[in-house]
């Protein structure tokens, strides 16, 4: 290739050179022209901005309002979570009472009622020993008629305490119920036969015509509940009242066939 | 669950009468109820077809643990859902009734929602 055919080419490669520059110049400018023309478009106007910054502001203020609205219903819940375990608590509490007091009037049968008071104390309270003392007026003195648990509180089936001698006499002579009131199990070596866990008299209006001895509660059970309380209450007056009743009902049952035995004697006779 | 039928085997009127009292809280429940084992698989061969058993250990004539592994021996019977309830908390006599195929064990004294939601998990209602 001679010097001037070189001169040549490199001339038009030098060309082609400048034409590309000129080229990259100008998409460039337009490039700078359209990002400057895109920016102005753009650009949110004042107003614009600031109607959007009240927007988020009261949004803000909204989702703060319905987050506390949010807790305080949360905690209404919590409240309404809590009433319906109360109130199904004092439900079972009622249910206990009303079937205490339902099976203990539903006999006159002396021997039916003490078997009921039974039943309420085992499977309502929950006791494993205890005894049912019944007053005499004529000896003053308490003693049991019926009883659950000798193998845990020997004799339990023959107490006899003078009224007004220790825990038991003083709740027959007083009226007023006795409970220990501190850990059952702690206190268990303490239990004996005249210093019981609880001791309710049965009472008519003041009149004490005996009471109810608990030693032991069942294995399942720590201690008395607050139903315990209401029916050992309800015991008191109910079963005093129960037992009363068919006591006198069975002696004049007695009576009655006496007389009648009494009359047919005289009507054969005659 | 609704008109689901309930056999309660209790020596104890009282505990038949607080334990049906509680089966009331079911809609159109069905209560029958037995005084012994004995009475209750009479009540099991009776035209109402019985859902769950409640069924107390101590009883006269025959005991509740008797009941529950002769219903689980037949062959009709065997699938009914059995609550033990009595008052035998301890450990080994819950595991005991279990063992014979009680599907639940409640100690007494019960507690009526206690007593509610183990049937209502053994019905899946």
């Known amino acids: ?270 | 669950m609704e008109n689901a039928n309930f056999l309660v085997v209790e020596d104890s009127p009282t505990m038949r009468q607080l334990i049906s009292f509680s089966l009331k809280r079911f809609k159109n429940a069905k209560i029958i109820e037995a005084v012994d084992g004995v009475d209750a698989l009479k009540k099991l061969s009776g035209p109402d077809k019985i859902d769950l058993i409640l069924t107390d250990i101590n009883m006269p004539v025959m005991d509740g643990l008797k009941l529950v592994s002769l219903v689980r021996q037949n062959a009709q019977l065997k699938n009914i859902p059995i609550i033990i309830i009595t008052t035998e908390g301890a450990e080994e006599d819950r595991e005991r009734g279990l063992a014979l195929g009680a599907n639940a064990y409640i100690s007494k004294p019960i507690q009526s929602s206690h007593l509610i939601k183990t049937i209502s998990e053994l019905l899946a209602v």
Do not use: C
């Open chain 1, 1 to 270: 290739m001679t010097e001037e055919s070189k001169a040549e080419k490199f001339l038009e490669l030098f060309n082609k050179g400048k034409e590309f520059t000129e080229e990259l110049l100008r998409e460039n400018q337009r490039l700078r022209y359209r990002l400057a023309s895109l920016e102005t478009e753009q650009k949110p106007a004042p107003e614009e901005v600031e109607r959007l910054r009240s927007q988020i502001a009261q949004l803000t203020e909204e989702n703060k309002r319905i987050h506390e609205r949010f807790s305080a219903i949360e905690e209404e819940n919590k409240d309404f979570a809590n009433r319906y375990i109360e109130i199904e608590e004092q439900n079972n509490n009622l249910a206990n009472l009303y079937v205490a007091s339902y099976q203990l009037h539903s006999t006159l049968d002396f021997r039916e009622v003490i078997q009921i008071v039974q039943e309420i104390v085992i499977n309502l309270i929950g006791a494993e020993a205890f005894a049912i003392l019944l007053l005499d007026e004529k000896t003053n003195e308490l003693k049991t008629i019926a009883s659950e648990g000798e193998d845990v509180m020997p004799n339990i089936d023959s107490i006899s305490i003078r009224l007004g001698d220790g825990v038991m006499g003083q709740v027959a002579r007083t009226g007023e119920s006795y409970y220990i009131n501190q850990d059952i199990d702690a206190d268990s070596s303490e239990i004996s036969i005249d210093k019981p866990l609880a001791a309710v008299p049965l009472k008519i209006k003041e009149h004490v015509i005996g009471l109810i001895a608990i030693y032991k509660l069942l294995q399942q059970k720590d201690s008395f509940s607050a139903v315990d309380y209401e029916l050992f209450s309800l015991l008191a007056a109910h079963a005093a009242t129960a037992i009363f009743s068919s006591k006198l009902y069975s002696q004049s049952e007695r009576k009655l066939n006496t007389i009648q035995s009494f009359l047919d004697l005289l009507t054969t006779s005659s």
